[in-house]
């Protein structure tokens, strides 16, 4: 009897979960296709770039055997130097290209790809940065041994993107500077901040536990800095209300390499190049040129 009565309440909890936090959603929401992430690009800022490059579209097979769409854009003038880009949350390769044309403009050869479970990779949960981070590796990994006439290689990431660059430094990659956009230093910052009550965020942790098998608690990309050296600039739109500007601050104060923190007035989640793109830019360039 005592046995049942510790079923019922562990479905009921189970149950309670699903409805009121929803884990699933946090995990495995509705991905874009890559061309509604063109429309929306379209819409925002000129992408007309993309068609007069010259492309390569590759595989990258990460540790565990999951496979990664890949595509190189070519600049129009030879170049040894490369950047790999990261985008957020249920966007794909596309929504990278905001970023990339800055990229391009600089003399940079520009590495898209889709994150796990998103654009035309197989479904996958999301893991904010703990398996995507290990995938980002095994591109860096393919970067070097694809092209070996590089003279510099940077990373690149907007929100979980921004996350998955990075939790990446924790395992020394061989690149030569990181940029975050609205990055977020754990998960706590991202999720725990959106419920009422702190109970519902224990819930949400356990409902991924159980659905997942890991803890969202876990995932604390700050800890990746601890003994970093790679530079990174990070960038914040200071009316970000999903992830706070303290996040950045936070982590460029962690980091032991070289680091800056630049807030966009006026710009909410992700929409800090669109918002100021001459600042961002000369952020950006002026960053690298530091570093070069």
């Known amino acids: 009897m005592v046995f049942l009565i510790v079923i019922l309440v562990l479905v009921v909890l189970y149950l309670m979960v699903l409805i009121l936090v929803q884990p699933h959603l946090i995990m495995m929401a509705p991905k874009q296709t890559l061309e509604q992430s063109m429309a929306w690009q379209k819409e925002r800022y000129d992408v007309s770039f993309y068609d007069s490059l010259s492309k390569e579209d590759y595989i990258v097979t990460s540790e565990d055997g999951y496979e990664l769409h890949v595509q190189l854009l070519k600049n129009l003038s030879e170049s040894t130097r490369y950047v790999i880009i990261s985008h957020g949350y249920t966007d794909n390769r596309i929504g990278s290209l905001k970023y990339a044309s800055v990229y391009l403009d600089m003399g940079f050869n520009v590495i898209i790809y889709d994150l796990r479970g998103h654009g035309l990779n197989k479904p996958h949960r999301t893991t904010y940065g703990y398996m995507e981070s290990k995938d980002l590796k095994a591109v860096i990994e393919d970067t070097r041994e694809r092209y070996k006439d590089i003279s510099m290689l940077g990373l690149h990431g907007e929100s979980l993107g921004a996350g998955t660059t990075i939790t990446v430094l924790k395992y020394k990659p061989q690149v030569d500077f990181a940029v975050s956009d609205c990055g977020f230093s754990d998960m706590d910052n991202v999720i725990g901040n959106r419920f009422k009550f702190r109970f519902m965020y224990d819930l949400c942790d356990f409902g991924c536990r159980l659905q997942f098998g890991y803890s969202v ?20 739109g200071e009316e970000d209300k999903l992830i706070v500007p303290q996040n950045s601050i936070d982590m460029s104060e962690k980091t032991k390499g070289m680091s800056e923190v630049h807030l966009i007035d006026g710009a909410e989640h992700a929409y800090s190049i669109i918002k100021d793109p001459v600042s961002y830019r000369r952020y950006v360039k002026e960053f690298i040129e530091k570093i070069s």
């Open 217 to 236: 608690k876990d995932i604390r990309p700050i800890e990746a800095l601890e003994e970093n050296t790679i530079p990174v600039l990070f960038i914040h």
